[in-house]
């Protein structure tokens, strides 16, 4: 049974840093990519980055390159987000996912972690 688990997520100031992790199991982690996604109240789920399973390709929407960095350890079965110079527009619940390349992410799902920016 597959299941991804996010962590890290809290309220924090405007400009402040996070760090999201995603512990998965029952899967080969390391043949998968992996990715994030968030949704704010009221609105869509939205992609923010994704990993290749290589490591080599990342992807990110534009309103958070710059600021957020995906990365993996497989070792650890882990993908993680660091988030930083945070504004009120990242708040959301984060969602980890995985699939097998970067344009099908979406095989599995985390539950969720949520981000508060406060200004």
């Known amino acids: 049974q597959v299941q991804l688990v996010e962590s890290g997520g809290g309220l924090v100031q405007v400009g402040d840093s996070l760090r999201l992790s995603c512990a998965a199991s029952?899967?080969?982690?390391?043949?998968?990519?992996v990715g994030w996604f968030r949704q704010a109240r009221g609105k869509e789920r939205e992609f923010v980055a994704a990993l290749s399973w290589t490591g080599g390709t990342t992807s990110y929407t534009d309103s958070v390159k710059g600021r957020f960095t995906i990365s993996r350890d497989n070792a650890k079965s882990t993908v993680f987000l660091q988030m930083n110079s945070l504004k009120p527009e990242d708040t959301a619940i984060y969602y980890c996912a995985v699939g097998g390349t970067i344009a099908t992410i979406g095989d599995h799902w985390g539950q969720g972690t949520r981000v508060t920016v406060s200004s």
């Open positions: 029952g899967l080969r982690f390391s043949s998968y990519a």
